[in-house]
């Protein structure tokens, strides 16, 4: 089996994921490709050589350049705070190796576009961690609309809440915080949460023509940890849009974190002329269904439990009955990635998938400035759909 060298930059939550990923994928699928974790790079030397302890990462970097300069590494899987990815990205690419990147793909459409173009130009290998789509039950929806059961679609509906930063002592900035700083972050939960629904809602029902949004920002100034001084406040603490879908469907998306008693409530839920799909994050691997078509007296919502051999992803699992979690949809997004990778073609979401996904957050956001609807950029043909 031939060996790919994995370069990993960022130790954080995503590091972890991520490496816990590749070090697993042999375990349970078939892939023509090795994963060797190499080296781990993040700017702390000390905590990255710990990380690299725990992990086996056989070295560590503190300049992601020296990454992408190696020979000894195939891959750049790009898992820090989002300001990063786009200089990261296109070096990686420019220098001929694959690239992984986090979501969002940049800090907004033009950033995307540059790294779009990138990987295009170098004809590498790549995809983005939109790792929602890799659930069981997301995986099935999809199936299960592809066959048509739910007939016409009309409504989707999406909704993610937190409720993390509601206190006016947090601070912004820095280690754990760069999601309050706009200018790491790029936004707040629109380029955050929402763009997890958006590309879930895309890759289902097709790409979103308009959008209308508002935003608020509640706490207005914090304390930046890396300047000591109050600063305002640049992110969007709560973000809701409507959308047309270019197949006429309508939708709602709405995401917070200030939803007190919600830690990660991301919920969808679409309805057809023949049948209606919910899913929730945190009972992840059920999918409610019903169906219309059913006979009348028995007639309800299916809670049908995502574990069997014939389910998506699952025969590679446990036994019928037993269920899996969060960190198996990155195992599967990097199995996909690895199928496809020997073959030397991307897996979707690819860079220009997740492209799309930033186009809809520029229009929400522009939409909320400017209280106008915005015509997403893309048109009816951007969206894959992979
Ligand atoms: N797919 C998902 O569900 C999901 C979930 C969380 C985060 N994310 C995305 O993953 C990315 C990282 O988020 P996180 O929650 O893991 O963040 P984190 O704060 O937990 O970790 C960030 C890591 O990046 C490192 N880092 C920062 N700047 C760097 C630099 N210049 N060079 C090298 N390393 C650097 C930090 O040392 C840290 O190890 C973000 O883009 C975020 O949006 C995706």
Not at 1 to 8: E, Q, S, T
Not at 76 to 91: F, G, L, V, W
Not at 136 to 155: C, N, S, Y
């Amino acid at each position: 089996m031939k060996r790919l060298h994995i370069g990993m930059v960022g130790y954080g939550f995503m590091g972890r994921t991520h490496s816990n990923a590749f070090a697993q994928v042999n375990h349970f699928f078939d892939v023509p490709y090795r994963p060797v974790l190499k080296t781990v790079c993040a700017r702390n030397a000390g905590r990255a050589q710990e990380f690299a302890g725990k992990w086996g990462y056989e070295s560590v970097e503190t300049d992601w350049r020296k990454l992408v300069d190696s020979h000894d590494i195939d891959l750049i899987d790009i898992a820090s705070p989002n300001d990063t990815h786009a200089e990261i990205a296109i070096a990686a690419a420019q220098a001929g190796k694959m690239v992984m990147c986090e979501k969002p793909l940049g800090r907004n459409g033009a950033e995307g576009e540059a790294m779009t173009r990138a990987v295009e130009a170098a004809g590498v290998s790549n995809m983005v961690w939109y790792n929602y789509r890799r659930v069981p039950a997301v995986m099935m929806a999809r199936q299960l609309i592809d066959e048509g059961r739910l007939g016409k679609i009309f409504h989707y509906r999406a909704k993610f809440l937190q409720d993390w930063t509601i206190s006016s002592d947090l601070p912004q900035g820095g280690e754990g915080l760069w999601r309050l700083d706009v200018s790491v972050a790029g936004s707040g939960v629109t380029g955050d949460l929402l763009a997890h629904c958006i590309d879930t809602a895309m890759w289902l029902n097709g790409g979103i023509g308009e959008v209308s949004a508002m935003t608020e920002t509640f706490i207005r100034q914090r304390k930046h940890n890396l300047t000591g001084k109050v600063e305002p406040v640049g992110i969007d603490d709560a973000s809701a849009f409507l959308a047309r879908f270019h197949n006429g469907s309508l939708a709602t998306f709405e995401a917070t974190r200030y939803a007190r008693g919600h830690k990660a409530l991301y919920t969808l839920e679409i309805n057809g002329e023949h049948a209606s799909i919910f899913w929730d994050l945190h009972d992840l691997h059920r999918l409610q269904y019903f169906d219309h078509r059913d006979e009348g007296r028995l007639r309800g919502w299916r809670s049908i439990h995502i574990t069997d051999g014939d389910h998506p992803y699952m025969k590679h699992w446990w036994v019928p009955g037993l269920q899996i979690g969060y960190e198996h949809t990155f195992i599967h997004q990097a199995a996909d990635f690895l199928s496809a990778a020997a073959e030397q073609r991307s897996a979707a979401p690819t860079f220009r998938d997740a492209l799309q996904t930033d186009y809809v957050t520029d229009a929400v956001l522009e939409s909320a400035a400017n209280r106008k609807w915005v015509q997403v950029r893309g048109g009816a043909d951007a969206v894959a759909n992979g």
